[in-house]
């Protein structure tokens, strides 16, 4: 007992609790930042029975000739572009497309555009069916060998306007907007619904 009298008691609690604790520097993650998108080339030509018009940019000139009535044509994404499409095809799709112009003489069953926007078709034959899914801004020209038989199916579209000459003077056109708003109200025991006229 001799030896521990000269002894300091411990007392309770964390040692070195005297001793300040510098708080954690916080680590920076170095921020990725997003790989740019390589521009893909553009494609134009035939793969088996469908054409294939792709990535086009600023071309004016993109003419391709169908030679076969059983030939689809598929333009995707192409910007500021003018496409020409000679001759009678089955089908026609412009897909994901912005700025873009289309001029074709025949499509056997319809001519669709999905999902685009500012973009100008023109028929100089005939189309029976031309269905808009998803589209802002486009304006169709209708001949008029094709007036009385095709049919405009639009879903999800803003800004669509049709255009076909004047009956009694072919150098002159009416233009048609699609109506964007609808009504509907319950009449006589069933929901009715019909376009909003903004005319008055």
């Known amino acids: 007992e001799g030896l521990r009298a000269g002894l300091k008691k411990a007392t309770k ?14 680590v920076k993650k170095e921020e990725k930042k997003p790989a740019a998108v390589a521009a893909k080339p553009p494609k134009c030509g035939l793969i088996g029975k469908k054409w294939e018009i792709e990535y086009q940019e600023g071309n004016k000139e993109c003419v391709i000739e ?7 044509v598929y333009i995707f994404k192409c910007n500021k572009s003018v496409i020409q499409i000679k001759g009678k095809c089955n089908s026609i799709s412009i897909d994901s497309c912005s700025k873009v112009d ?6 056997l069953s319809q001519c669709e555009i999905m999902n685009s926007k500012d973009i ?9 069916s031309i269905n808009l899914d998803n589209c802002v801004a486009v304006t169709y020209y ?5 007036v009385e038989t095709a049919h405009i199916i639009t879903a999800k579209c803003a800004a669509v306007n049709i255009i076909r000459p004047k009956p009694e003077d072919p150098d002159d056109i009416l233009e048609t907007p699609i109506p964007e708003q609808f009504l509907t109200t319950f009449k006589n025991g069933q929901w009715v619904t ?7």
């Open 13 to 26: 609690g964390p040692v070195n609790e005297d001793i300040p604790v510098s708080a954690p520097k916080p």
């Open 66 to 72: 169908v030679t076969d009535m059983k030939h689809t």
């Open 102 to 107: 289309v001029v074709f003489e025949n499509a």
């Open 120 to 128: 100008r078709v023109q028929c100089t034959g005939n189309a029976p």
């Open 142 to 146: 209708m001949s008029a060998e094709s």
């Open 194 to 200: 019909e376009m909003v006229s903004h005319d008055d």
